[in-house]
């Protein structure tokens, strides 16, 4: 088997995001994902027993393929609340619209399909994560307001960085990617810190 061609697995995921990308959360059945990646069906369960489990898997292969940890490398380094929030937010909100055609098929997905909603939640989840990581560190410095506690914080900090609100300002209403990141970057200072 030569080198240059990928796994069974990679060749899985490689078709799955395909399918979601440009199917829009149209035709991303296992049976489709096998026909995508030249594979049987079978081939396809004896990776991926369930089709929650491929969702989820391709959404962290995009993650690996488009080097997350790498982008986060900035955010980790920081110090500093203001520092750490002020990366965090540039890197998730320069990811999004490289990722965009995958989060818009699976939030289409998400309310009738289980398995598209968990492979959202999952990604979701990751970004809270990152998001409760830098309200620790503003409560750490003393720059988070006082009349917030950590998870409140941390439900906005998600929210105002949430690819919906992405959608409207940039898609709905036109804005520039500087200027979205811009106004994220002060509406994140104005809400969470103490300035």
């Known amino acids: 088997m030569s080198s240059a ?20 959360g ?23 027993p369930s089709r929650a489990e491929l969702l989820i898997a391709t959404t962290r292969y ?8 790498g982008r986060l490398a900035e955010c980790r380094a920081a110090v500093g609340g203001f520092a750490r929030m002020e990366a965090f937010i540039r890197a998730w909100c320069a990811y999004i619209p490289e990722v965009h055609g995958v989060c818009g098929a699976l939030l289409a997905m998400r309310d009738s399909d289980a398995e598209a ?32 506690d950590g998870e409140a914080a941390t439900d906005l900090l998600w929210t105002l960085v949430s690819v919906r609100n992405w959608e409207h300002l940039t898609g709905d209403r036109g804005w ?15 809400v969470l810190c103490d300035l």
């Open 117 to 148: 909603a968990a492979a959202w939640d999952d990604r979701m989840d990751a970004l809270r994560e990152g998001c409760a990581a830098v309200v620790r560190d503003l409560a750490a410095d003393g720059s988070l307001r006082a009349d917030l």
């Open 5 to 24: 061609q990928p796994d069974t697995r990679e060749r899985i995921l490689t078709g799955a995001w395909t399918l979601l990308e440009e199917g829009g």
């Open 176 to 190: 520039s990617q500087e200027r979205y990141v811009a106004a994220m970057v002060m509406m994140a200072r104005r």
């Open 26 to 48: 149209r035709g991303v059945r296992m049976a489709d994902v096998a026909r995508q990646a030249g594979l049987s069906r079978q081939a396809v369960y004896l990776h991926f």
């Open 62 to 69: 995009i993650d690996a393929v488009k080097d997350v940890e």
